[in-house]
């Protein structure tokens, strides 16, 4: 099982980024695909989720701001951000398991990680 991330960096406030997460080595449709973000010191805190069925569920600091899409064809989610503040600035990994609320702890497969900074 292996989920490779890209995208991400630095944006100016009210900018936008999209981050991209190819799963390989696992059939992509039979888990609950996430994003989950985690700064220094803090706990992971859950993004968006997606589940098998397509229900999608967002943080409230990032609902009307941030999308979660999956290609199922070439197994690869991605997280479109845009409008992003300064505090949005963190580490973000994808994660595939089950999907409960936004609970990480469902989720036993994770991505490497990618930087988002937003500049004020």
């Known amino acids: 099982v292996q989920l490779v991330q890209s995208g991400g960096g630095l944006v100016q406030a009210g900018g936008s980024l999209r981050l991209s997460c190819a799963a390989s080595g696992f059939t992509f449709r039979d888990y609950c695909m996430g994003w989950f973000r985690q700064a220094p010191g803090k706990e992971r805190e859950g993004v968006a989720s997606i589940d098998k069925d397509g229900t999608t569920t967002y943080a409230d600091s990032v609902k009307g701001r941030f999308t979660i899409s999956q290609n199922n064809a070439k197994n690869i989610l991605y997280l479109q951000m845009n409008n992003l503040k300064p505090e949005d600035t963190n580490m973000y990994s994808c994660?595939?398991?089950?999907?409960?609320?936004?609970?990480?702890?469902?989720?036993?497969?994770w991505g490497q990680g990618t930087q988002v900074t937003v500049s004020s």
């Open positions: 994660a595939a398991g089950r999907c409960s609320g936004l609970d990480f702890r469902y989720f036993g497969y």
